[in-house]
């Protein structure tokens, strides 16, 4: 009966014919330079898939900057709109007093006088005199942007 005591496994078969252990030596350093090029693949795939994370946190991080900005904006909006209800509010109440009459004087009035007086030519005033120094906020500005490179 024959044997086939050959195919049993890669090391064993190697094992017992020479021919083979010298042909496996000789590919052995062909095997491994593959096995190199195929771990540096490897790394660089793993390299391109952090870097493609980190540009995905760093974009839904920006996106949310901008939903909290946009709620803010909101917000900002509701706090004006209730400001500009209450102004209405307390006009509609001080027309409303001097209608009925509780209040004397004309609360559109005061807004007329200060109208009347700002179309008025002015004396000089400081600012007329002295020309507006800009030194320091150039200097503020130069010191800002060459901060990070000194």
């Known amino acids: ?28 350093p062909a095997f491994q330079s593959i096995e190199s090029i195929v771990h540096a693949f490897g790394s660089v795939s793993m390299m391109l898939e952090s870097s493609y994370h980190a540009v995905r946190a760093s974009f ?16 900002i909006s509701q706090i004006f709109s209730a400001l500009a209800t209450f102004r209405l509010v307390k006009y ?10 509780i209040q004397p004087e004309n609360p ?32 503020y500005l130069g010191l800002t942007l060459a901060a990070p490179y000194l």
């Open 1 to 28: 009966m024959p044997r086939y005591s050959g195919y049993s496994g890669y090391g064993s078969y190697g094992a017992q014919n020479p021919l083979v252990s010298i042909a496996e030596q000789s590919a052995l």
């Open 60 to 75: 839904q991080a920006v996106l949310g900057v901008a939903e909290q900005f946009s709620t803010m904006k909101l917000h």
């Open 92 to 101: 509609v109440y001080k027309k409303l007093v001097y209608l009925l009459g």
């Open 108 to 139: 559109e009035l005061k807004k007329y006088i200060w109208k009347a007086e700002e179309n008025l030519p002015s004396s000089i005033t400081e600012m007329d005199l002295k020309a507006p120094v800009k030194w320091p906020i150039l200097l």
